[in-house]
């Protein structure tokens, strides 16, 4: 049976049955969004980490909240749930690599020169591939650009510089450079090595040395992994130096041509070859996303969805605490604090008495800490119809530590998703700030750029900058962001939290009430990358 099939009578009693209030969009309870973080953020959940006790706790009482609203199920086969099936791949014994140069073979030194990323898709590799400088390894219709013309990368491995050419947007540069994976697989390469364009940069040695791999894993298929992408490798300075041994040009060439702002050094075959053995042993385990329901009014409407989404995962326990010291990254803010207004999102819609024209879908992701895991699963693999969602409003780390005065709405450049944040912010004398920190490319590293990838205008709201949001910001990032002080001892504004979950639920009303849905901005390159059939909206 599907979503728009299901009997809503009963949903229909709650929301229809209530009496008007004087304001129907009635305003979040302070008390109510301090008990959901402080039962989300208490040491007993241990932290919310992936596919553990404590995260399937914090699971159960979103469902539980969610069934308590009158929420219908959104999940897989009638039920709360989504559960993601994860893979986490370490390496068995040490990899080998030896590198032929300049009619030498030698073997490479693990973790000081070579590092292979640990496999989620082949338990053995045994493979001698050929190697090819494909420049920054970008291809990108939306740019008109294509690194890998005239070069043949069938069965060999693509070796590019890091990073973009400068003079890119700070956002697209960082879209390009997540997935240059997926481009090389689909030049036909089988193996990817990143070298920094900058002598001595930073490579991912020690990550693919000493770190697992987690993604999640369907059919064979790992999602951040492209199918023909076998390995991906970094190198030493000296080692990356090596590869251009006998070749038209050094290492030391190629990276001259790259210097002036916005070159792009043309690709060519190489002499040296690689050989690669590597085996990875795996732990599979699911972890749940939870999906909460209100069915639209609308006959011509609740077939498309708008989405409201946040992140109920953290890191966990800290593994090298020191005996007495706190072990435990709680999470407060990031991101139980989003949840907590989600749900009171979703309270003030069952308390509004008129059911939204479109059917809303709340989701609260797993695996975001990893690398967005469990949002891009979904969007691979919706429990409706993707083509049929409207909008994205994603609720990731809220700091309500001060009387906010405006909000961020990061992705506003690209699509009209952000004028309605605008309205329903003016409803509330909450203004709309622009993006304070385009360098770090907010846009594309939380749960709502999954869905954009996949054509659906999304954003990410931030509390902003104003009424001295900036020093506050600053200080959380530098003391508490991703530290075992993300905790309940913050001076926490429970009734900014709420006047934060208040605007959400406006937010996703005005979405989901109007007749037109939102659209991509002409000549954003998001949506002229992400829906290029769509039809858009002028700025």
């Not at 070796?159 to 947007?169: E, I, Q, R, S």
């Not at 002036?260 to 590597?278: D, I, K, W, Y």
């Not at 010291?325 to 709680?330: A, F």
């Given at each position: 049976m599907t979503l728009r099939s299901w009997a809503l009578a009963p949903l229909a009693a709650v929301l229809v049955g209530a009496a008007p209030a004087p304001d129907a969009e009635l305003a979040a309870s302070a008390d109510r969004v301090r008990a959901h973080v402080e039962f989300l953020a208490n040491d007993l959940l241990e932290g919310r980490g992936l596919g553990t006790r404590g995260h399937e706790l914090a699971a159960l009482y979103v469902a539980s909240q969610f069934r308590s609203l009158g929420l219908r199920p959104g999940g897989e086969r009638g039920g709360w749930y989504q559960r993601v099936p994860f893979r986490r791949a370490a390496h068995e014994g040490v990899p080998t690599v030896t590198l032929t140069a300049g009619g030498r073979t030698d073997k490479l030194r693990w973790a000081s020169d070579v590092a292979v990323r640990p496999s989620l898709t082949e338990r053995q590799r045994d493979m001698r591939s050929a190697l090819v400088f494909a420049g920054y390894g970008i291809a990108d219709r939306a740019l008109g650009t294509d690194d890998f013309r005239g070069l043949n990368l069938r069965g060999k491995t693509?070796?590019?510089?890091?990073?973009?050419?400068?003079?890119?947007?700070?956002?697209?540069?960082a879209h390009l450079g997540s997935q240059k994976a997926r481009m090389a697989a689909a030049a036909g390469a089988i193996g990817l090595i990143e070298i920094p364009v900058q002598p001595n940069g930073q490579t991912r040695l020690g990550q693919f040395a000493g770190s697992p791999a987690v993604d999640w894993v369907a059919g064979g298929t790992a999602g951040s992994t492209p199918s023909g992408l076998r390995f991906r490798m970094a190198l030493s300075e000296q080692a990356a130096a090596r590869l251009f041994t006998g070749a038209r040009a050094s290492l030391a060439q190629v990276?001259?041509?790259?210097?002036?702002?916005?070159?792009?050094?043309?690709?060519?075959?190489?002499?040296?070859?690689?050989?690669?053995?590597?085996?990875?042993?795996?732990?599979d385990f699911t972890s749940p996303a939870v999906l909460g329901l209100i069915p639209g009014s609308d006959p011509r409407l609740a077939s498309e969805y708008v989405l409201l989404t946040g992140h109920l995962d953290h890191l966990g326990i800290k593994k090298d605490a020191k005996p007495?010291?706190?072990?435990?990254?709680?999470?407060?803010?990031?991101?139980?604090?989003?949840?907590?207004?989600?749900?009171?999102?979703?309270r003030a819609f069952t308390s509004a008495g008129t059911r939204p024209r479109r059917s809303v879908l709340f989701i609260a992701h797993t695996g975001e800490e990893l690398g967005l895991l469990g949002a891009d699963y979904w969007a691979a693999n919706p429990t409706v119809p993707i083509g049929q969602v409207a909008a994205a409003v994603n609720l990731d780390m809220p700091v309500p530590l001060y009387p906010f005065s405006d909000v961020v709405a990061f992705g506003a450049d690209h699509s009209t998703v952000a004028r309605t944040v605008a309205a329903a912010g003016r409803t509330m004398n909450v203004a709309v700030s622009p993006d304070p920190m385009p360098e770090q490319s907010i846009f594309v590293r939380s749960d709502h750029y999954p869905l954009a990838r996949r054509g659906v205008p999304a954003i990410l709201l931030f509390t902003g900058y104003g009424s001295g949001g900036k020093p506050i910001w600053d200080k959380f990032f530098d003391e508490r962001y991703h530290s075992v002080r993300d905790d309940l001892s913050q001076p926490i504004l429970w009734d900014a939290a709420a006047r934060y979950a208040q605007l959400n639920y406006r937010i996703a009303r005005r979405l989901a009430d109007d007749p037109q849905r939102p659209r991509w901005y002409a000549g954003s390159y998001f949506g002229e990358a992400f829906a290029p059939g769509q039809p858009k909206a002028t700025r």
């Open positions: 693509a070796v590019v510089f890091a990073g973009t050419p400068a003079g890119l947007n700070s956002e697209v540069a990276r001259a041509q790259a210097a002036p702002r916005g070159a792009r050094p043309t690709g060519f075959p190489l002499t040296a070859s690689l050989t690669v053995r590597a085996n990875s042993q795996w732990e007495g010291e706190d072990r435990i990254y709680n999470g407060a803010l990031d991101n139980a604090a989003g949840i907590a207004t989600m749900v009171e999102a979703a």
